[in-house]
């Protein structure tokens, strides 16, 4: 061999050999792989979705091997039910899901189920049980907190005496059942406790509830306690209380424990308790990262509440920098 041939090969030996230091190894390459995982939110007008919304980002942030797609149903079932639709086009590697509806999002689930992609509830069920893993509060818990605490207001166990006002959460969602059912499990075991409104629905949003409360005041002279199914809703019926002159001779209670509203109202005195509903983002996400990397899950997470009072309400907000 001509020595510009060997010279030629040692060449193309040192290009081919620098060429595969440059390549990534197998392992490297596994490891820059990234999860796509779809998130559909069912709105982002309630604090209470903002704040889920995030806490789902936060712990993506730690995560740089997810890419997180967040959608937005815009509080409508249907516009929901079409994101979802869209995250099974692209094929998700998982997808999350806090529906609006119950019975609304069961089809579409159902669909990415059928296309076997991962599901994780968030928050609202759904009407099946084939998803991989439901995360989220346990509604009808919180509600017998509230109703327990309601009997303590209105008298104590076996000596309650009041008016009650509910205002409900959209009627089409279960935690709106649970926390009434829950809620209901105390309070109907006092005689002396009365319900004013039968199933009135504000659709968690505090105007609504200040309308129904403002109708609820003008047709009852005498209103002892009012049981919101969110903070909003309760400061809702407090500012109509206000408005009337009233808030003085009621009690409210929310739930949801936002240290920027719940927690705020209870400490400035407006409501005299909220409890704990956590968003389920953050563990939503981590569950869904474990299921991905092989890991078992549980079919059931259920989040921690607490009850907020005056006596921790100022430490909680301290905690959260407000």
Not at 42 to 52: G, S, Y
Request: no cysteine; hydrophobic share 40%; charged share 25%.
């Amino acid at each position: 061999m001509k020595r510009r041939d060997i010279m030629r090969l040692a060449v193309l030996a040192a290009a081919l050999a620098a060429t595969t230091a440059l390549l990534p190894s197998r392992d490297a390459i596994a490891q820059d792989k990234k999860w796509r995982i779809g998130f559909s939110q069912a709105t982002t007008i309630e604090p209470w979705r903002a704040q889920f919304n995030k806490d789902i980002v936060a712990e993506a942030a730690k995560h740089p091997e997810v890419e997180l797609i967040i959608t937005d149903g815009e509080d409508k079932t249907e516009k929901q039910v079409a994101d979802v639709e869209n995250l099974i086009r692209q094929e998700v590697d998982a997808l999350l899901v806090s529906p609006k509806e119950s019975a609304g999002l069961t089809g579409v689930v159902q669909q990415a189920i059928d296309a076997k992609i991962p599901v994780f509830v968030l928050d609202r069920n759904v009407d099946t049980d084939k998803y991989n893993q439901f995360v989220g509060g346990d509604n009808k818990l919180i509600g017998r907190a509230a109703g327990e605490y309601a009997v303590e207001l209105l008298g104590g166990k076996g000596k309650a005496q009041g008016n009650v006002v509910e205002i409900w959460g959209g009627m089409g969602t279960q935690p709106a059942h649970d926390r009434h059912d829950g809620f209901h499990e105390f309070t109907d075991k006092e005689p002396g406790i009365k319900n004013l409104l039968d199933q009135q629905s504000g659709d968690w949003k505090q105007d609504q509830a200040y309308n129904i409360m403002a109708t609820a005041l003008r047709n009852n002279e005498k209103i002892d306690l009012v049981y919101g199914h969110n903070d909003p809703m309760a400061y809702g019926a407090y500012l109509a209380a206000k408005d009337a002159g009233r808030e003085k001779e009621i009690k409210f209670i929310g739930i949801d424990g936002l240290p920027g509203e719940g927690v705020t109202w209870v400490n400035n005195g407006e409501l005299s308790a909220t409890f704990l509903y956590a968003t389920p983002g953050a563990e939503g996400l981590r569950q869904a990262i474990k299921f991905l990397n092989g890991e078992k899950v549980e079919k059931t997470v259920i989040l921690d509440t607490m009850k907020i009072t005056k006596d921790n309400a100022a430490q909680i907000m301290k905690d959260n920098g407000l």
